[in-house]
């Protein structure tokens, strides 16, 4: 039996079919394919394509699963980005789904923690298991474009999903070089408030590097050309944070400043998740740059920054830590939650 599966974002659509498989819990990918959604003048239109033209010799998908990346209510959807109004139940009698599904791009992503195989994850703290903590809960936080968090109780299969919007609590500098940052932020964004999305995201790696540059001492760097290009045209900035990344590992003394502070913040913010939530299930991290920051979670200023909590640092130390490698998880993830569907019927 197949089904359906798609992470939908504002700059592109991942649309993925899946079959479940006797004695694997996980769902079997048949094959996937990846849209512009630029490209497009509805969802509609991308989802009808895929499946007349893509779908034809197999069994057509019995339940579907849209993880969409905007507000969420009564299983309708709208992209922001894109002015797309998306209809679960539309979708449903349109496309002969027996079940079909819209939620959020980032808590779908806890559907996909049970099922997960070990090459798509790596552990950076295993924890411990103590009697009488709630061992079912997890935490998942990722930095992408911006910065998502969902929280589960899950109990051998059964799942239950807990949203948050927990980005977008008030950033808190932990020295005076990041409450140089937070007030230099407000002033050139001209904003009252920092959020933590505003700093620890790719978006945020971006701005962090774009505040030392603007010092006397960085006037000549190599990236000041590259700021004055973003300033005419601002969908080079998307490029921006890889480049600070790519600076740092080749040893420019600017940008490996920046990549510290941006990880030390992420450190901060992850050590309060835990302490919040509890989640002696496991803290995951994922998002779009988790596998790329990979060895910077494993880094003693990481680990330095995630503990310093005062007197309740110890119990940061029996939460399981966990880095999702996998790259289209959030399509994973709702292929798993549309394979649940399926029981449903």
Same mark, same amino acid.
């Given at each position: 039996?197949?089904?359906?599966?798609?992470?939908?974002?504002? %700059?592109?659509?991942?649309?993925? +079919? /899946?079959?479940?498989?006797?004695?694997?819990?996980?769902?079997?990918?048949?094959?996937?394919?990846?849209?512009?959604?630029s490209?497009?003048?509805?969802?509609?239109?991308?989802?009808?394509?895929?499946?007349?033209?893509?779908?034809?010799? +197999? %069994?057509?998908?019995?339940? !579907?699963? =849209?993880?969409?990346?905007?507000?969420?209510?009564d299983?309708?959807?709208? @992209?922001?980005?894109?002015s797309?109004?998306?209809?679960?139940?539309?979708?449903?009698?349109? /496309?002969?789904?027996?079940?079909?599904?819209?939620?959020?791009?980032?808590?779908? $992503?806890?559907?996909?923690?049970? =099922?997960?195989?070990?090459?798509?994850?790596? +552990?950076?703290?295993?924890? *411990? $298991?103590?009697?009488?903590?709630?061992?079912?809960?997890?935490? &998942?936080?990722?930095?992408? %474009?911006?910065?998502?968090?969902?929280?589960?109780? @899950?109990?051998?299969?059964?799942?239950?999903?807990?949203?948050?919007?927990?980005?977008?609590?008030?950033?808190s500098?932990?020295?005076?070089?990041?409450?140089?940052?937070?007030?230099?932020?407000?002033?050139?964004?001209?904003?009252?408030?920092?959020?933590?999305?505003? &700093?620890?995201?790719? %978006?945020?790696l971006?701005?962090?590097?774009?505040?030392?540059?603007?010092?006397?001492?960085?006037?000549?760097?190599?990236?000041?050309?590259y700021?004055?290009?973003?300033?005419?045209?601002?969908?080079?900035?998307?490029?921006?944070?890889?480049?600070?990344?790519?600076?740092?590992?080749?040893?420019?003394?600017?940008? @490996?400043?920046?990549?510290? +502070?941006?990880?030390?913040?992420?450190?901060?913010?992850?050590?309060? @998740? !835990?302490?919040?939530?509890?989640? =002696?299930?496991?803290?995951?991290?994922?998002?779009? *740059?988790?596998?790329?920051?990979?060895?910077?979670?494993?880094?003693?200023? =990481?680990?330095?920054?995630?503990?310093?909590?005062?007197?309740?640092?110890?119990i940061?130390?029996?939460?399981?830590?966990?880095?999702?490698?996998?790259?289209? /998880?959030?399509?994973?993830? !709702? !292929?798993?939650?549309?394979?649940?569907?399926?029981?449903?019927?």
């Amino acid at each position: 039996m197949n089904f359906l599966a798609c992470d939908l974002g504002g %700059t592109k659509v991942l649309l993925g +079919i /899946f079959e479940r498989v006797i004695n694997d819990d996980s769902p079997k990918l048949l094959f996937k394919k990846k849209y512009m959604s630029s490209d497009w003048n509805s969802f509609e239109l991308i989802l009808e394509d895929f499946l007349k033209n893509e779908c034809k010799n +197999i %069994t057509y998908p019995s339940s !579907a699963c =849209f993880a969409v990346a905007g507000p969420l209510s009564d299983n309708n959807a709208k @992209i922001m980005n894109l002015s797309w109004n998306i209809s679960g139940n539309k979708l449903k009698n349109k /496309f002969k789904f027996e079940q079909c599904e819209l939620i959020n791009d980032f808590a779908v $992503q806890i559907y996909g923690i049970p =099922f997960l195989k070990n090459n798509q994850y790596s +552990i950076i703290q295993n924890g *411990t $298991q103590t009697e009488g903590t709630n061992n079912y809960l997890h935490a &998942i936080v990722g930095a992408g %474009t911006g910065l998502g968090i969902a929280r589960g109780l @899950i109990s051998k299969n059964k799942v239950k999903v807990l949203a948050s919007e927990g980005g977008h609590v008030e950033y808190s500098p932990k020295s005076e070089l990041e409450l140089e940052l937070k007030i230099w932020l407000k002033n050139y964004l001209k904003v009252e408030r920092i959020s933590c999305e505003r &700093i620890i995201s790719g %978006t945020g790696l971006s701005r962090i590097a774009e505040w030392r540059l603007s010092k006397p001492d960085a006037k000549n760097h190599p990236l000041q050309k590259y700021l004055k290009e973003i300033k005419i045209f601002d969908n080079l900035r998307k490029e921006l944070p890889e480049k600070i990344c790519n600076l740092s590992k080749e040893g420019d003394q600017l940008m @490996i400043e920046v990549e510290r +502070i941006w990880v030390g913040a992420y450190a901060s913010f992850l050590g309060d @998740i !835990a302490l919040q939530e509890l989640c =002696f299930g496991g803290l995951w991290i994922s998002g779009g *740059t988790a596998s790329k920051h990979f060895k910077n979670f494993k880094s003693d200023l =990481f680990m330095k920054q995630f503990f310093d909590k005062g007197r309740l640092k110890d119990i940061l130390k029996t939460i399981p830590i966990k880095v999702i490698l996998d790259e289209e /998880f959030g399509l994973f993830s !709702a !292929a798993c939650r549309a394979k649940m569907l399926l029981k449903t019927e």
